[in-house]
């Protein structure tokens, strides 16, 4: 089978690239060609660990290859995969126009039976505004099928996600689409993947619904750690003694900094404004987002309180600047927020991150970037952890004591044991404990 991805983001290329490994014959599209030659020298663009492997293989085993000829990956595929981007407009609903393009382009150059299958996050009815460009403006007349195939993909496991999901949904009418897409995923058969079919409205809604959800989960344990420090409880005890009850679940209840990347928060926005257009009101992820916003600042206020209110001059050591840890990813991270608000409050910043500095020299040009966590320390007023990356958790503490002005340290991700860092000699602030 043939199948083509458009689209060479985080989702189209793992995608892509997961298919590939699967079997079938992969083309991964992309308007711009210098993403193009960088895959096609065998660099990979984004950071995933073990997607440069993945890559590799499959194109050494000629099932994956990368072009610009959009027009003419579509005439040979079956299945084609959107996996472009839909960015944010100023009113926080999905901009379409890329899917819009696409859809054109496929409906010049359909020539012969299609499925036309959505993999970004899309707002629902998108799926039958694709039909509608395709069926009004094909060159020759022949039969399509457009589906939903929302992605859940992790950054940083996005491999492990595709290679064993939860579940695979799958939103289609016509039984040969549903049919096309059940075989394109029949690896999964093996390890007894629960794949969810239904019709594309519901798919689109799927995607929404899941990570409003779990954006729920975040801000929900947030604001229960901001009442823990209130009432001298441990937000940690109060996730375990939730999550143990299965109905709960113990996930997605860590307390921080609140939710960034590129997903979450375009994708509550987005749901807000669609109910918004609908004539409804989704409070509760209105409230999600309104916690969000609260908590990064509140983060800040955390510093400025651990530094005696005023951070005029005075240094503050960064480590992590990534949304999450395990990518370079800085879209909407919470880390970055907080640095220009230390910046802006007149504060110096020295920070480390292992995959996102590049990323942030080009927003943030007046940080001194670090070598390591150490130099980050040295000479700082305090130091805070803002990512929680593996190589921040085993830090040679009596040495960060040493070289830090003060011992001050501020631990968003609630990584150290806050007893463990009093023995220590630590002044330590951390979140809901
Ligand atoms: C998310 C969804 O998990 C995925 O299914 C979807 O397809 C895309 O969006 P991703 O953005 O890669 O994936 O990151 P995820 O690991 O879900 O974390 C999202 C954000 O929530 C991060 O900023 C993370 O730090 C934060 N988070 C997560 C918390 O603050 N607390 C938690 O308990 C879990």
Redesign the pocket.
Known sequence: MNICVIGTG??GLVTGTCFADFGVNVVCVDKDEAKISTLRNGEIPIYEPGLKELVDKNVRERRLSFTTDLEGSIRKALVIFIAVGTPSRNDGSADLSYIEEVARTIARNLNGYKVIVTKS?VPVGTGSLIERIIKNEQNEDHKFDVASN?????????IE?FMRPNRVVIGARSPQAIAILKDLYSPLYLIETPFVITDVETAELI?YA??AF??T??SF??EMANICEEVGADVHMVAKGMGLDKRIGP??????????????PK?TLALTRIARKHGLNFRIVEAVIDVNTYQRERMVDKIKKALGGDITGKCIGVLGLT???N?D?IR???AVYIVKRLLEEGASVKAFDPAGMENTKRILQNVTYCADSYEVADGSDALAIL??WNQFRKLDLDRIKRILKAPVMIDL?NVYEPQDMKRRGFKYVCVGR
Do not use: M, Q, W
């Not at 992605?151 to 996005?158: K, Q, T």
């Open positions: 985080y989702v996050t929302p992605e859940f993909l992790r950054e940083g496991s996005a996600d995607k899941s990570n779990l954006a989960k975040i344990i947030n996930k997605f209840l860590h307390p921080g900094p609140g939710f960034g990347g590129s997903c979450f994708d949304f999450k840890p990518t990813d909407e991270s919470p990512t929680e991700r």
